[in-house]
């Protein structure tokens, strides 16, 4: 009881101080007199992140299509080589300068870093459909992801937008929104690529769309971006202005979110008041480290199922179009939303992220023996059960990211967290920017073992996929993993 009488008047009298012209104080301001969630925010929020996640994976339905067009591979064996890099180069350049955007950010706001970001996709996306040479190609997604640094300054505007009570909707909407565009995105790339083949009536090969088959779905995702980033123009900054001492500092309501023992809170609060380096704040790195591990794996298995998808039955796939292989994702992102927002907050409620990670990492690996057995089935089963298998694949990815994120923001409080959320994006963006050109590469070798005696062809690389699968479930347990306080065993009991 003492703690909770200590603990009252000390948030009470520091949440009441607020700077005249401050945007942070505006914000906190609001958040303090409107206790609801806020869906106006949240919404903006999802956009952003949504549009921002399009041009990463909007091309991968037609970059068989493109690396074959562009009279760089000169064999179809060697097409994944080169569309692996292609793949490669936008987050080999978001990784090299995640950490700079987010001391941006931190320096001169949120809403500058990612008002820039939005432009810098608008940009370049169209630059990328107008692509006429294979260095072209490479050179645009490069600045692309280099340009492009609002995806680790949005988690923690996520984060700073809402009151504590709302920061877990705040991160399972994040990844939530960045799995939706990661699914979207091809969607609209495998129905609008090549639409002087698909509807020549509407689009004659002679036109700008014939001479450049693949700058539609680049247009149309551009398009986009510019409703968003004129909509920024009523985005609130959360970012503070003037100097905050230490006591406001500690005192912040944003170290509270996921502390329900008054006593616990007063023992963070304490512990909190010298900075600890993230480097050495092993929950926070072990999470990152599983974060990074689980979006290697889902890189690597976007970029090597529609090269799986659309290459050749004799090679061991299905000669899908990009067409059936958009229709494929729609199917995947409608069932994600749905299990997002219906079935997912009540898993994590009763199971607890961990124990959620565990699960879905196991149940992945096991799936990803079902997809060499489809290129046996005719239609439409084989499209049928590429639709189940798809669904729930991405299912299993996205519990686990949104694990990752829960985790991560309870590790650090709040003076540490856009830190941590840059750091992540940056060592995130390493495993993503090796895992294309990785996957593109197994692929290609692997279409040039047909009759090997060991998981011959196809075969081999979801055999790797699944051992990736292996080491993120054995990443989840001790010694590798720390977990927070609050999600061990004792805390939860």
């Known amino acids: 009881m003492a703690g909770g009488e200590a603990a009252a008047p000390l948030l009470e009298k520091k949440a009441a101080v607020y700077h005249e012209g401050c945007p942070g104080c505006a914000v906190d301001r609001r958040k303090a007199l409107n206790p609801g969630v806020p869906y106006k925010e949240f919404f903006h929020i999802w956009t952003i992140i949504l549009v921002s996640s399009l041009p990463i994976s909007s091309l991968f339905p037609f970059l068989y299509f493109m690396i074959r067009d562009l009279h760089v591979a000169k064999t179809v064996e060697d097409i994944g080589f080169y569309a692996g890099f292609v793949g490669a180069s ?22 500058p870093v990612i ?16 692509s006429f040479r294979y260095w072209m190609a490479i050179s645009t997604r490069f600045l692309l992801g280099s340009m492009n640094g609002l995806i680790g300054p949005i988690r923690a505007y996520a984060i700073e937008i809402c009151r504590p009570e709302h920061h877990a909707i705040a991160l399972s909407l994040v990844s939530t929104a960045w799995a939706i565009g990661l699914i979207v995105g091809p969607t609209i790339g495998g129905y609008l690529a090549q639409p002087a083949e698909k509807y020549p ?8 769309l014939g001479r450049f088959p693949y700058f539609l779905p680049c247009l149309c995702i551009s398009g986009f971006c510019f409703v968003v980033l004129i909509s920024c123009i009523w985005l609130p900054e ?38 600890k380096s993230l480097l050495k704040n092993w929950p ?3 999470s990152i480290i599983l974060f990074c591990i689980v979006c290697f794996d889902d890189m690597a298995y976007t970029e090597i199922f529609s090269l799986w998808a659309e290459s050749d039955r004799k090679y061991g796939g299905l000669s899908f179009t990009t067409e059936d292989v958009g229709q494929v994702l729609a199917v995947s992102g409608g069932s994600l939303i749905v299990y997002q ?18 699960v879905a990492s196991s149940l992945s690996m096991i799936l990803l023996f079902a997809y060499a057995p489809i290129t046996h089935l005719s239609r439409p089963w084989s499209s049928i059960a590429v639709n189940i298998v798809s669904v729930l694949k991405n299912i299993f990815v996205t519990s686990v990211v949104t694990c990752c994120f829960i985790l991560q923001n309870n590790s650090v409080t709040q003076d540490q967290r856009a830190t941590a959320n840059g750091l992540a994006t940056t060592l995130m963006s390493f495993f993503k920017a090796i895992a294309p050109a990785g996957a593109g590469i197994v692929f290609s070798w692997a279409q040039k073992r047909q009759h090997a005696f060991f998981f011959p062809g196809d075969q081999m690389v979801f055999f790797l996929l699944a051992i990736v699968e292996l080491v993120t479930l054995m990443w989840t347990f001790k010694p590798f993993l720390a977990v927070p306080e609050q999600f061990s065993p004792t805390q939860r009991s």
């Open 238 to 275: 959360t970012l503070h202005n003037h100097k905050i001492n230490k006591e406001e500092g500690q005192a912040s309501e944003s170290l509270i979110p996921h502390f329900s023992d008054p006593e616990e809170l007063i023992e963070h609060n304490i512990t909190s008041t010298t900075k």
């Open 341 to 358: 927002t219906f079935l997912y907050p009540s898993i994590m409620k009763v199971m607890g992220p961990i124990s959620t990670s565990r």
């Open 115 to 130: 008002v820039f970001g939005l432009f810098s996709a608008f940009l370049f996306n169209i630059l990328f459909g107008l």
């Open 284 to 286: 926070l790195m072990s």
């Open 201 to 208: 009536k509407l689009f004659p090969a002679d036109s700008l």
């Open 90 to 111: 936008y987050m080999l350049g978001r990784a090299l300068t995640s950490t700079v955007w987010g001391m941006v950010a931190d320096r001169i706001g949120r809403k």
